[in-house]
């Protein structure tokens, strides 16, 4: 065998054709959404029903009362308690999953193929007829106490909730910490929570999602006893106060005593997922902090050794979300860090990319959408994302076909408009000793100190 | 349930293993090196892992920062893992550029060396160290393995120490010690290539031989024989950590992995906590509501293997009364009848649990992978099912006794710092 040249990277074969999986959609009787779509033989599928209810939906003080309202649905229905509900999914190869989001509460079922009937009856029966037992409900509010008392020495959780309170605002539904307090829990009742779940089950708000290796045909049967859910009557109604970017710069800091790192949020609100300009945020960014080779990971990891990961992004759903820069980063380097971050993003802002990041970002994102959809897990992320947004089936190829045309001016424009510098939220959970002087001298208009939780 | 796949071996000792599955323009290829943290030597807990993070610095022909960037620009996503017994690393990419990641895959198994700088180490070692502040140091309870591996093995035993090492040894690590490891253990006979996705088998197996075929082989590594734990008598250890609430670990040394009660007891944890119907978490969290979380496992290694249950009190529970209720518990479990129902249902949840867990290409080559660095069988997963499905009630009864009640383990309490009198 002749000796193989290493010195250069091998070349591409030629580029596999894009293929978006072909998914359906339909609106059922009662105004519920049906989104499917087909895999190739598979001996798992995936049955998902959103309804429109979640932390936007919590009124202010009721922390918590989504999450909770949820994971009740899983304590059992009228006919099965939690513990019969359980062995009966396990019989069936099946787990399911309730949970509250910012703007949904979404059931999830994954199953064996051969038992996707049985097991979508199921689904159906927990959601139309959840037992919420004042005992069971009793019983859980306790245990989300305990959780939450546990979890008060978790800095990760005290910077997440910290995080969404202090871009959100204290007293809007969306800064309030999703897991509850325990105040609040206490306070919830059983009806409170079951009132709760029967507004959100307004088929108008529904929207269910398959993706099953059966015909359209075959899989749209699964659901068909959605139709029968009548309207409530009432409709749960998002929370009125509105998120606003802060006046100025501001750096709030939650004490952490002997903490050997301090978590990191540099950041301010941004735009939902239906802005326009999202999808080019997400291209924007990973220049900035959306990928390994990124200025920021490079930086403070590659180049410093002060932190494990520095990632950076834009997050929203149907409302408005945040752009932030997360790390975790030894307690030393905690000023430096923010100093760093800060010094990215206003390089970012007033230079732009470079036509190297432009062209790696375009190439990278461009093949990546080539083998987006390949497992269950995938194509449901698409499904769902068709369902709740109202994207074209083929937005995948669409923004494919947007990568190919975007030129520096346009992201360099972005920049402008969507990245907030004057207005930077900065968080840190730290070791306040070690770490408020280098921050202070960072020279921010504003300097709050936060109690955790 | 079966993954295709055929295997071959490179004269120099490589074995590679492919696995087509056209569905999706996908290839994932995964390197695996028996190689972990119980090949280190004391005083140098860590290395196999710190070593792991060196491999993506570049090589002789791929220069600093590529490895990333270049995988990154043609749509893939790659990492590695280490572990006690195995370190593994992988790209998933779309299948037109599957050479690109033998390319570099290769280069660092034949050519990692002229790359390497005392700058690179100690950058890597200052991210490993912040790795263990964030993943084991600043997270509640992330330090509990550690203290359960020191107190269950005597000293100098591999598995005394867990795979992130201590501060101290990542401070003593040489450029030398990159280079004898590198030396013993990174050789393509001391390692499994395994390629899935949207292949040509015939075409695979020719481009691992153009890129790993003309390395050449390293010395022998001799398979890790099994060390029992010999944990003589219980040990109670406290653990004062940064944490509000307490939490109660209880283990035993159990047996290697595909010993031949490995299946029983895996069974057994599944009878006794699979979910909220089992019996500790339906007697703890549902009808007593002693405890707010419940975890239990039985984990095989190459060494040794053991079984351990943590449980977080609830309020006004102390960890003395939770310990003594779940050895109660423990005791009626030898009493219960475990039904031939029961056990087939856990088998199905298995199954729907391993199904799920191979949804990706990635993870379906990987599966074929690990199966053959420790077995030299890529097709062992229905072999591996099926010694499941095989084991009865009475096997699950028996390794109870055999391994849990009245048997030598640690007794692990972690408390608020400053709050000993809170252990068990």
């Known amino acids: 065998m002749s000796a193989v040249d290493r010195t250069h990277a091998p070349g591409a074969a030629p580029a596999p054709e894009f293929r978006t999986p072909t998914t359906w959609r339909e609106t059922l009787a009662g105004g519920a959404t049906l989104v499917g779509t087909q895999a190739e033989p598979l001996a798992f599928g995936v049955l998902a029903l959103a309804a429109d209810a979640g932390q936007a939906f919590v009124p202010p003080g009721k922390a918590g009362l989504a999450s909770l309202a949820a994971e009740v ?39 064996l193929e051969r038992h996707l009937d049985h097991a979508a009856e199921l689904l159906l029966e927990v959601v139309r007829e959840p037992r919420f037992d004042a005992a069971d409900v009793a019983r859980l509010k306790r245990q989300r106490i ?56 307004d088929p108008a708000g529904l929207r269910a999602q ?47 005593p002997g903490a050997p790192q301090s978590y990191l949020r540099v950041g301010h609100l941004a735009v939902p997922a239906t802005h326009p300009d999202f999808y080019a945020l997400y291209v924007l960014n990973h220049p900035l902090g959306g990928a390994f080779s990124s200025r920021l990971n490079l930086n403070l990891r590659e180049d410093k050794g002060w932190t494990y990961g520095v990632r950076s992004g834009f997050g929203g759903g149907l409302r408005p979300g945040t752009f932030q820069v997360a790390a975790a980063v030894e307690t030393d380097a905690s000023a430096p860090a923010v100093a760093e971050i800060v010094r990215e993003l206003e390089e970012l802002r007033a230079g732009g990319v470079t036509a190297d990041e432009l062209e790696f970002a375009r190439e990278s994102l461009s093949q990546t959408l080539l083998r987006q959809y390949e497992s269950v897990g995938a194509k449901a992320a698409l499904v769902s994302n068709l369902a709740k947004y109202g994207w074209p089936a083929d937005y995948p190829a669409r923004r494919l076909a947007w990568l190919a045309e975007v030129s520096k001016a346009d992201l360099d424009a972005l920049a402008e408009r969507h990245l907030h ?15 408020r002087g280098g921050l202070e001298d960072l020279g921010f208009e504003a300097f709050e100190v936060r109690e955790a939780g | 349930m079966e993954l ?90 779309p299948s037109n550029r599957l050479e690109l990641a033998l390319w570099l895959e290769s280069d660092r198994m034949g050519f990692l060396l002229p790359a390497m700088t005392q700058a690179k180490l100690d950058n890597q070692r200052d991210v490993v160290k912040n790795e263990r502040r964030q993943n084991y140091d600043n997270r509640p309870y992330g330090r509990v393995r550690e203290a359960l591996a020191e107190a269950m093995y005597p000293a100098g035993h591999p598995l005394s120490w867990t795979t992130i090492g201590s501060m101290e040894d990542l401070d003593r690590v040489t450029l030398g010690d990159v280079e004898r490891f590198f030396g013993r253990y990174y050789n393509p006979n001391n390692a499994t290539l395994a390629i899935g996705g949207d292949i040509e088998p015939d075409e695979a197996l020719a481009l691992a031989e153009r890129w790993f075929g003309g390395l050449p082989a390293g010395p022998q590594v001799a398979a890790p024989e099994p060390r029992a734990a010999g944990l003589a008598e219980e040990r109670r250890v406290v653990q004062e950590d940064r944490v509000t609430v307490p939490q109660l670990t209880l283990a035993w040394p159990t047996v290697p992995t595909w010993h ?63 310990a003594a209720r779940i050895d109660e518990l423990l005791a009626t479990a030898a009493e219960r009848e475990v039904g031939d129902e029961h056990l087939e249902r856990l088998c199905t949840r298995r199954e729907g649990m391993i199904v799920r867990a191979l949804d990706t290409v990635s993870a379906r080559t990987s599966t074929l992978g690990s199966y053959n660095l420790f077995h030299g069988d890529p097709g062992r997963l229905g072999a591996d099912l099926e010694r499941h499905r095989a084991v009865t009630r009475d096997d699950v009864l028996r390794v109870l006794h055999a391994y849990v009640l009245g048997r030598p383990r640690v007794v692990l309490s972690v408390v608020p710092s400053g709050e000993p009198e809170l252990a068990a």
């Open chain 1, 421 to 435: 510098l004057d207005r930077l939220e900065v968080l840190a959970v730290g070791d306040a000793e070690r770490i």
């Open chain 1, 210 to 256: 398959i993706v099953s290796a059966r015909e359209p045909e075959r899989a749209r049967g699964l659901f068909a006893g959605l139709a029968e859910i009548a309207s409530p009557g009432r409709k749960l109604t998002p929370d009125a106060g509105e998120s606003t970017l802060g006046a100025c710069r501001r750096i709030t800091l939650v004490d952490r």
């Open chain 2, 4 to 93: 295709r796949f055929e295997k071959h071996a490179l004269s120099n000792g490589l074995e590679v293993v492919l696995h087509q599955d056209r569905t999706d323009p996908v290839v994932a290829v995964y390197v695996y090196y028996h190689v972990g943290s119980s090949r280190e030597e004391p005083g140098l807990t860590g290395f196999a892992h710190l070593f792991e993070h060196m491999l993506f610095q570049g090589s002789e022909n791929v220069p600093e920062g590529d490895h990333f960037r270049l995988i990154q620009e043609a749509g893939g996503t790659l990492n590695g893992t280490t572990n006690e017994d195995r370190t593994n690393y992988y790209e998933t990419l």
């Open chain 1, 73 to 111: 649905l899983l304590e059992g229905t009228a006919r099965l308690d939690g513990t019969e509900l359980q062995d009966e999914l396990d019989g069936l190869g099946a787990d399911l999953s309730a949970s509250a989001g910012t703007d949904s509460i979404v059931l999830q079922l994954s199953g």
């Open chain 1, 146 to 201: 305990a959780r939450l008392e546990a979890r008060a020495s978790d800095a990760a959780r005290i910077a997440g909730d910290a995080w969404q309170a202090i871009v959100h605002g204290d007293g809007t539904s969306l800064g309030q910490p999703s897991a509850g307090t325990p105040a609040a829990i206490n306070a919830l009742t059983r009806d409170e929570l079951a009132t709760y779940w029967e507004a959100a089950l």
């Open chain 2, 260 to 322: 031949p009660d490995e299946p029983a007891l895996n069974l057994m944890c599944e009878v006794l906590s699979a979910n909220r119907s089992a019996l500790l978490d339906k007697a703890l969290m549902v009808d007593e509501e002693l405890a707010s979380a419940v975890m239990i496992g039985n984990r095989g290694l190459e060494l040794d293997g053991s079984l351990s249950i943590h449980a977080r009190p609830t309020p006004g529970v102390s960890l003395t009364a939770l």
